[in-house]
C-alpha cells in the first residue's frame, strides 16, 4: 500500500523575507468542510484501540481478529515529546539567552513564543492521531460501490477504463480538523482468512510506523522555524531593513536560531548551520557570486528566480555570522546589532563600516562576492 502524506505543520528551514512587506491579504477563504466517511450500505465500522476498519459483515470475525493483534509501531528515535520534554526542561536558559543575545528589552515576547507556540505545537503534534480508516473490501465490490456514486472525492469511477482511482493521501494538520483519510485493504476472494490477516496486519503496521515517523520528523524543524519567525519578525524586523542591509538581521536571525535549537532539540547547534549553510552544487542560485552589500533587486529577476536568489542570500548571510561569531565571539554580533538598532546605517557599506568601528570585525571580504 502506498500512502503519499501532506504535513500541515509549521517545517522547514527558510525564514524571514528578502522582499518588502506585501499588502495586506485578502480575506481568507472558508475553510473547506471536513470529509467524513459515509459508511456503504451493506458495510459495517468496526474500532479495535486506535484502528479504525470498515468491511462486510462476512468481514468482521477476522478484521477484528486482525486489529487486536496489531503490535505498536517502531518508535522513532526522536518524537514529539522527547522535544517538548527538552524544550520545558531548557526554556528557562533560552529565554535568558535571547533576552541578551537579540537586545530585548524585556523577556515578555520571548515567554509568549514558548507559551503560544512553541509548547503548544509539540503537545498538538505529540497527540496527533489522524483519522484512517481502512476500507476492507475487492476490487469488483470497490467498482460497484463506486459505480453508484458513492465515495467521492477520494474514490472516483472512470467508466471508460472500468476503473477506479484513489486517494491514498493522508492529510495531517495542528490547526484544522483533519479529513477522513480513507484507504482501500484490497484482498482476494480466495483469499484465506489468515493470509487476509497477516497482509492486512502488515499494511496497518507498516501505515503506523510511517506515521510516527513523519510526525516525528517534524518536531525539531517546527522549533526551528517558531524560532526563526519570530526572531526574524518580532526581535530584528528582517522585512523592514533596507535590502542592501538585510544580511545582518537574516545571518543573525539564522545563527541565533541555531543556538536556541540546539538546546531546545536533541540537534546540536552545528547541525542546524551545516543544514543552513550547505552549497548544494545542484541549487540554481551560488551564495558564492552574491555581495551581501549589493544585492539584486527582485523586480530586475524573473519572479520564479526571485526565491532561489533569496535563499541563497540567506545562506550566505548565516555563513559570515557563524564565521563572524566563531572568530570573535557571540557579544561582538550582539554589540553591532545594537549599534545598528541605535543608528541605522545609511546603506550596505555603511553597516559594514558600523561594524569595523563598534566590534574591530571587518567583513568587507566574507560579504562581498567570492
Not at 75 to 100: G, I, Y
Request: proline share 8%; net charge neutral.
Amino acid at each position: 500500500m502506498r500512502i503519499g502524506f501532506f504535513m500541515a505543520l509549521a517545517a522547514g528551514l527558510a525564514f524571514g523575507s528578502n522582499a518588502q512587506p506585501s499588502p495586506a491579504p485578502a480575506p481568507a477563504a472558508t475553510a473547506p468542510a471536513r470529509y467524513e466517511l459515509v459508511v456503504p450500505a451493506g458495510f459495517e465500522k468496526v474500532t479495535v484501540g486506535s484502528h479504525v476498519a470498515v468491511c462486510k459483515p462476512p468481514d468482521l470475525e477476522w478484521a477484528k481478529k486482525s486489529l487486536a493483534e496489531i503490535k505498536p509501531a517502531t518508535r522513532p528515535s526522536t518524537m514529539p515529546v522527547d522535544v517538548l520534554k527538552r524544550t520545558t526542561q531548557n526554556r528557562a536558559e533560552v529565554v535568558k539567552q535571547m533576552v541578551a543575545d537579540l537586545g530585548l528589552a524585556d523577556d515578555k515576547d520571548a515567554n509568549a513564543l514558548f507559551d503560544e507556540k512553541i509548547l503548544p505545537s509539540l503537545k498538538k503534534m505529540d497527540e496527533l492521531k489522524p483519522p484512517v480508516i481502512y476500507l476492507i473490501i475487492t476490487r469488483d465490490q470497490l467498482r460497484q460501490l463506486c459505480k453508484d456514486g458513492w465515495g467521492e472525492p477520494r474514490f472516483h469511477y472512470n467508466r471508460v477504463a472500468n476503473e477506479v482511482s484513489v486517494s491514498r493521501n493522508v492529510m495531517l494538520s495542528l490547526d484544522r480538523p483533519m479529513d477522513d483519510s480513507v484507504l482501500p485493504f484490497f484482498y482476494e476472494e480466495k483469499d484465506s482468512p489468515e493470509t487476509r490477516m497477516k497482509n492486512f496486519q502488515g499494511d496497518v503496521q507498516k501505515l503506523d510506523t510511517e506515521l510516527a515517523g513523519m510526525i516525528s520528523e517534524q518536531a525539531e524543524p517546527t522549533v526551528f522555524k517558531l524560532l526563526a519567525d519570530h526572531i526574524a519578525t518580532k526581535c530584528l524586523e528582517v522585512t523592514k531593513q533596507p535590502r542592501d542591509q538585510q544580511w545582518f538581521a537574516l545571518g543573525a536571525t539564522g545563527y541565533f536560531s541555531a543556538k536556541y535549537a540546539g538546546n531546545l532539540t536533541l540537534a546540536p547547534k552545528d547541525q542546524w548551520l551545516k543544514v543552513m549553510t550547505y552549497e548544494d552544487p545542484r541549487f540554481p542560485v551560488s551564495s558564492k557570486m552574491i555581495d551581501l552589500t549589493k544585492p539584486q533587486d527582485p523586480s530586475s529577476m524573473k519572479p520564479g528566480a526571485v526565491p532561489y536568489y533569496d535563499q541563497a542570500m540567506r545562506r550566505k548571510a548565516v555563513r559570515v555570522i557563524m564565521q563572524w561569531a566563531e572568530k570573535s565571539g557571540e557579544a561582538s554580533v550582539t554589540k553591532a546589532l545594537l549599534a545598528a538598532r541605535a543608528k541605522p546605517p545609511v546603506d550596505g557599506a555603511g553597516l559594514v563600516k558600523l561594524i569595523f568601528e563598534t566590534c574591530g570585525v571587518d567583513l568587507t571580504k566574507e560579504v562581498g562576492p567570492a
